[in-house]
């Protein structure tokens, strides 16, 4: 009997990966793009995490998001090829047993225990199992009374059971489409944030610092909106801890642990804080740097109440997503716990409900979904710092050139933000003969603030090619070091050159 043979045959492959895909698809029309219920999240966590260091390294910095997109899609493929093994495995019982029904009904079942098993999510693990066995029962149905070799013979192209493989095709194609829509438009938990209690404070703030601001074409202002504002993790799936099951615990070398609940934590006075973000691993001018008015509490209370006694002066945060970094204490008394920003609620992908803000320090420090600072008596290597990274200390000192516009008269506009951490920005210098002269260019007045950057913007008119060449002095006096370096290990220095044409 052909059916005896091992080897799966062309049908059944196909059927099978179809099956795969209408799996994960499936998934994700209830689950949408979650780190708890949508099957990939899991697996894209494993090969993030099993991708070497130097490979991530790269990705960073040369790949960007196309990075994410080559990790999420390998984890994709996984999924599907993954989900499609219980198919392959129960259309060849079904055919020996020439029972047609049991390959859908047993692949229906086993994919939807496999499912609700690993992510706990029911809803999803049955539509996954369900959308499987539809296509497997289709595929069945359609294939049987064909022996599933015959397909392979040159007469097969006109076999009728073949053109039903490719309408089962067609029809899981179109379901992918319409799951994916079902599932990219669904309202996910977590993610919807509401106005702060103090909006009318912030709301003040927000339009000071829109005055402010440089109407210049191409630039955003001297705040940045929520939806803009760039974005870093370690995991694709971001956490969505339940406010109030949230908890701060503050552990290690103190004389007594502190824990910290959200209603707690919004009980206390709130402050308001302008403060920017930088991340270590962007390039010189790149875009991964921002800045919020960010709602919350100093932590000074907290650790004071908690009584530290840490021998090397330094503490390791760790997050609800399996994020850890281990940096100073002297740099985290100054530290804050946001759980507004630009006065709404934290939003999800910047650490909803809770985030700590560390002035002047790189991006990495700034935790998001934190649940734990545990003061240790030796320090120990964050999760960036065991891959060779240098980014828990303060920022170096950038001005960005992130805008050339041609005015009207012929005269260009060349301008950007500025940001020295808790330096401050004294002014910014512009050369427009490739650094022989410099001449200061027009700042944004200060935000009220410790840890905030400046907008700054100058107008010549170019005689024929010019090299623009851009560098802050921060508030100690200092000029921005104009030696390149690229972002790896310590972050990006330099000087932001570019050639507009006359
Ligand atoms: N829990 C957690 N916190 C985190 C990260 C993370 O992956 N997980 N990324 C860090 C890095 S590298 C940066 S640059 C900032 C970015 O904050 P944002 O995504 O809100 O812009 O968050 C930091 N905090
Ligand atoms: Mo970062």
Partial sequence: MRDRTPIPSR??????ALAGVAAVVGSYALAGWSRQSFVVAPIDAAVVNATPDVVVRYAIQYLGSAGHVLHIGLAIAIAVAGLAVPSLLALALSRRLAQPLLAPVATGTIVAALLAGTTG?????????????IVLAAGTLGLSGTAAGDSTHPDARADPARRRLVGVF???????????????????????????????????????AAAQSFDVAGLGGLVTPIGEFYETDINSFDPSPDPDKWTLTVTGEVDQEVTLDYDELTGREPEHRFVTLRC????????????ALWTGIPIAALIEEAGVSSDCGCVMARAADGYFVQFPYAALKEGFLAYGMNGMGLPKQHGRPVRLLVPGHWGEVNVKWITELEFLDEAVDGYWEKRGWHGTGPVETVAKLHATNELADG????AGHAYAGTRGVDRVEVSTDGGDTWTDAELSEPLPGEDVWRMWRHRFTPGGETEVVVRAVDGTGAVQPEEYSQSYPSGATGWVRKTVSG
């Fill in 11 to 16: 049908p059944d492959l196909v059927l099978a």
């Fill in 121 to 133: 999510a029911l809803g999803p693990a049955v539509a996954a199992g369900l959308s499987a066995g």
């Fill in 170 to 208: 067609l029809g899981t194609a179109a379901y992918a489409g319409l799951g994916s829509a079902i599932g990219g438009s669904a309202p996910k938990t977590g993610e919807a944030t509401e106005e702060l209690a103090t909006k009318s404070d912030t709301d003040e703030l927000l339009n000071d």
């Fill in 280 to 291: 270590v691993g962007e390039s010189l001018n790149g875009h991964k740097m921002d800045n």
């Fill in 411 to 414: 005269a260009v506009e060349v």
